[in-house]
């Protein structure tokens, strides 16, 4: 569409959160599609102007929630700014060129993506703060990789495609476009160094087996999804140690209302954000923190084959920050039966670093503090909690066998050894260590190109049965738990 509908124009000056609320609840409802360059626009403009100007206005103790002013958003700024971006857009792209199809083609997406990519200013630190939004684009002609593939697909909304479609994994995004959304198309760039694949098929394929793909498993958006996936890059940091509040609530606002009507339930990660924002500020009424995390997981099992890890460190870090201790590394140990699935490969390195905190810092963070008391119920005397931790460590350990990069080094045998030397031969003879083959890890060996560790792999199974994990001893060398074990046993 060339302006605002008519309809939009009344929402305006948006000075509060429920008028934005009140748009993005238009927009979602009504009958055509979301605009998705009018709502980055606006919430990049709040954003901005609450986290990236100096003149923070300190906020009236006396302020309740529903009198948080923001400042206000205006209908000529927000006007011109849209115009510019479709005037970029539709000038830019000749549509006479690209057939009568309705369908985008690779050709056309390629476009879009040199497009948005030209224009981007030539020398920008890339990772940023407030750079995902078109509202960043527009006024300062700077992009990060997300918001990249986000103006991909809001310019081709532009153009009237409505098969392209933002596909996200949970370090990287690309899109998908034809009939049934069949073809996939890189538009951004990912990490550091890495020659960006613009206009490639996403790739390739199973054979990398690379967290990055998260195993053919993206979240493929809807226009509404892509609502929530702004939505949830809205980013309220004003600084490393403190958050804008009304960004914040404004983002929580928006995703409940993305909640309500139905747009986060395939969309685990999003579900998470949410229930970041509800532990440290939770809505009256709503669903606890705990059971949000719990829905982002079992989203990720119902529609991603539970091959998303960040579910489970989502809830894992939750339950440390209250000191739930056996819950954490039940979910940590969950997040690693996701990742030994996986080869660890150069472009993971995001993932790598979630697993080296865990292990190297949270979990011996919890020893030490579990080691000061000596309550009968310390979860060193709970062969769970060590069954918990040993399957954490052996699915870290699965992740490395057939990968073409090695994983572990000695910066993670020691804290390794120093945890599972706490707890007493008498517990730890508690859990059985069975382990057997199954169809999925024989895959892992067999499409595995990798060299550390390139055994054959058999899978750790843990039976749960009369208070006792039972991993059940099999063939496979490299770094299997069974011979870190062994190995401990000899020493403590
Ligand atoms: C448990 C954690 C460490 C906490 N925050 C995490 N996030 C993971 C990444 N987040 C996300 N939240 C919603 N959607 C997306 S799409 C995407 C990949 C990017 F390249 F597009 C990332 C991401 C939000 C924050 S994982």
Redesign the pocket.
Same mark, same amino acid.
Request: overall charge negative; aromatic content about 14%; hydrophobic content about 35%.
């Given at each position: 569409m060339a302006g605002f509908r008519a309809v939009d124009r009344r929402h305006f000056p948006l000075d509060d959160i429920p008028s934005i609320v009140r748009l993005f609840k238009e927009q979602l409802e009504s009958s055509s599609e979301p605009d998705l360059a009018l709502l980055s626009i606006v919430v990049g403009a709040v954003e901005n102007s609450l986290t990236c100007n100096r003149s923070v206005s300190v906020q009236k103790e006396t302020d309740t929630l529903c009198e948080h002013k923001l400042p206000a958003v205006q209908y000529h700024i927000t006007e011109a700014l849209y115009s510019k971006f479709h005037a970029l857009i539709k000038g830019a792209v000749d549509l006479t060129q690209y057939s009568g199809s309705k369908y985008a083609t690779r050709e056309l997406v390629k476009k879009v993506s040199d497009v948005i990519w030209n224009s981007l200013s030539k020398s920008y630190y890339k990772d940023r703060a407030h750079l995902q939004s078109l509202y960043s684009y527009l006024t300062g002609r700077r992009l990060d990789?997300?918001g990249v593939?986000f103006a991909v697909v809001a310019g081709c909304q532009v153009l009237g495609y409505r098969d392209v479609h933002l596909a996200?994994?949970?370090?990287? #995004?690309w899109v998908v476009f034809g009939e049934g959304g069949s073809q996939t198309a890189e538009v951004t760039w990912h990490g550091k160094g890495n020659e960006d694949k613009r206009g490639q098929p996403v790739g390739p394929g199973m054979g990398s087996r690379s967290w990055l793909y998260v195993n053919g498993c993206p979240v493929i958006c809807t226009r509404p999804m892509e609502v929530a996936?702004l939505v949830?890059?809205i980013n309220p940091s004003l600084s490393a140690t403190s958050d804008a509040m009304e960004v914040a609530l404004l983002q929580q606002e928006l995703l409940w209302l993305l909640y309500d009507l139905g747009h986060l339930t395939q969309y685990p990660? #999003?579900i998470?954000?949410l229930s970041?924002l509800e532990e440290v500020s939770p809505t009256p009424g709503r669903p606890p923190c705990s059971t949000l995390f719990q829905e982002a997981a079992m989203s990720a099992r119902t529609y991603y084959k539970n091959q998303h890890v960040?579910p489970y460190?989502?809830q894992g870090?939750y339950f440390y920050r209250h000191k739930m201790y056996k819950e954490a590394f039940e979910s940590w140990a969950n997040a690693a039966d996701v990742i030994r699935l996986y080869n660890y490969s150069r472009d993971d390195e995001e993932i790598y670093k979630?697993f080296l905190e865990i292990a190297n810092e949270l979990i011996p963070h919890i020893m030490k503090v579990v080691s000061s008391g000596h309550s009968a119920h310390s979860i060193l005397k709970d062969p769970e909690c060590f069954a918990h931790l040993i399957r954490f460590y052996d699915g870290i350990c699965q992740w490395e066998e057939g990968s073409p990069t090695p994983v572990l080094h000695i910066g993670w045998a020691k804290p390794l050894v120093n945890t599972i030397s706490k707890f007493d031969a008498d517990v730890r003879t508690q859990v059985v260590i069975e382990c057997h083959e199954d169809e999925i890890c024989n895959n892992k060996s067999s499409s595995g190109k990798g060299t550390a560790g390139n055994t054959k792999y058999l899978n750790n199974k843990y039976l749960n049965n009369n208070n006792y994990c039972k991993m059940r001893e099999g063939g496979g060398g490299g770094n299997s738990t069974r011979d870190i074990i062994r190995s401990l046993e000899s020493r403590v």
């Open positions: 990789c997300f593939a996200l994994s949970e370090d990287h #995004a996936a949830s890059a990660m #999003a998470g954000n970041d960040y460190t989502y870090g979630e």
